[in-house]
């Protein structure tokens, strides 16, 4: 690469990242950048959160990030904030997670793989009673704005939200890109970091094309993907990832959790500091407990949606939101006349390559090869 090029991903890097839905790119944001951030999160005042600070947006938008994204994907707004991710050191504990199942039963230093955009709500500690339907009132109840029912008004302890549309046929958020940088060494297993299921981006949207072929309904409580199970510990976990996509990653070796139930062994994401990750939307993941490290893992995420999608709109909170077709606390948005944000997200989910303009010639490539073997 010549001082005048901008920098950009390889062919090999290109052909891997369509193969595996992430690639991990080597020192690809500046020791002066990293060195910022980490001060500046040392600096914060008691409950500020540093999110929105420059030193913390620099790290993709005064980064190598910004234009191996652009050439890769397209246009995006600039992230105004970012989802500051620390991970403490912690132990195994007793504590029922979201999943249903206690955090030290739980396999791969409590992988709780899911699709982003999903609502989130603060586990039962209690095993919960009632037949489904009950649990499930009460359990979506407990949000902030309290007991909505079955609504698209419901917003989780994520601010999530339980449909992103009135109709209720779509209930995951969607974006495009996923980038998170590393202020701290990750390079050994079990320090905190993220963790993949390399491919499974592919399953995903299979999975949507299914979904969209059956009914039109999009995520949780469409077609083969149910909100919660109640065969689960404290009989309500949340279902992040449908069976269809995370039974592709199930054999005799897989662990499991006492009850006998196997879970999809991921790939933990190892980087060193000034290290980041690219990913697509799709591809299922998860934080890990940080079991073996000897400080707090920080991981800077952020969250990039290509202008095509919706050109004239700027989502609220660009840059952490998983959910940029609704305001960041579950407001509705305004959109002119004929544009369905709905149905445009539903298209990108079940074409996932249409928002990676400098991917296009490597898709085609691959989806030849994959015909004629």
């Known amino acids: ?45 008691k409950g500020e959160y540093v999110g929105p600070r420059k030193a913390m947006t620099d790290l993709l938008n005064a980064s190598s990030l910004t234009p191996i994204l652009r050439e890769a994907m397209g246009d995006f707004d600039a992230p105004v904030n970012c989802q500051v991710a620390t991970n403490p050191v912690r132990q195994p504990g007793d504590n029922f997670t979201p999943l249903g199942y206690r955090d030290k039963d739980i396999p791969y230093y409590a992988a709780g793989i899911h699709m982003d955009g999903n609502i989130t709500m603060a586990p039962s500690q209690e095993v919960e009673k009632g037949t489904p339907e009950e649990i499930y009132a009460r359990h979506f109840a407990t949000g902030p704005k309290g007991d909505l029912g079955r609504s698209p008004e419901v917003i989780g302890h994520n601010f999530g939200v339980l449909f992103q549309d009135p109709q209720m046929s779509l209930s995951l958020g969607s974006f495009t890109a996923f980038a998170f940088v590393a202020l701290n060494d990750q390079s050994a297993e079990g320090c905190g970091q993220t963790a993949v299921l390399p491919g499974a981006h592919h399953h995903t949207e299979r999975f949507f094309r299914w979904q969209y072929e059956t009914n039109g309904c999009l995520g949780p409580e469409g077609p083969g993907w149910p909100r919660l199970r109640h065969d689960v510990p404290n009989r309500c976990g949340m279902v992040y990832l449908p069976e269809a996509v995370s039974n592709a990653y199930l054999d005799e070796n897989s662990a499991t959790t006492p009850d006998g139930r196997r879970w999809p062994r991921p790939t933990q994401v190892l980087m060193e500091a000034g290290d980041a990750c690219i990913t697509m939307y799709h591809i299922p993941h998860s934080a890990t407990r940080n079991e073996n490290g000897t400080e707090a893992r920080q991981n800077i995420i952020f969250r990039i949606r290509n202008k095509k999608r919706q050109p004239a709109v700027v989502p609220d909170n660009c840059g952490v939101t998983d959910h940029p077709d609704r305001a960041f606390d579950g407001g509705w948005l305004k959109f002119e006349p004929g544009n369905d944000p709905w149905e445009r997200s539903k298209q990108s989910m079940i074409n996932m390559w249409d928002e990676w303009r400098g991917m296009q010639e490597i898709v085609a490539e691959e989806r030849a090869k994959a015909a004629a073997a």
């Not at 080597?26 to 002066?32: C, D, E, I, S, T």
């Open 1 to 45: 690469m010549t001082a005048s090029e901008s920098p950009a991903l390889t062919l090999d890097q290109k052909q891997r990242f369509y193969r595996d839905g992430f690639i991990v790119l080597k020192g690809a944001v500046a020791p002066p950048l990293i060195e910022a951030a980490r001060e500046r999160m040392k600096s914060a005042k």
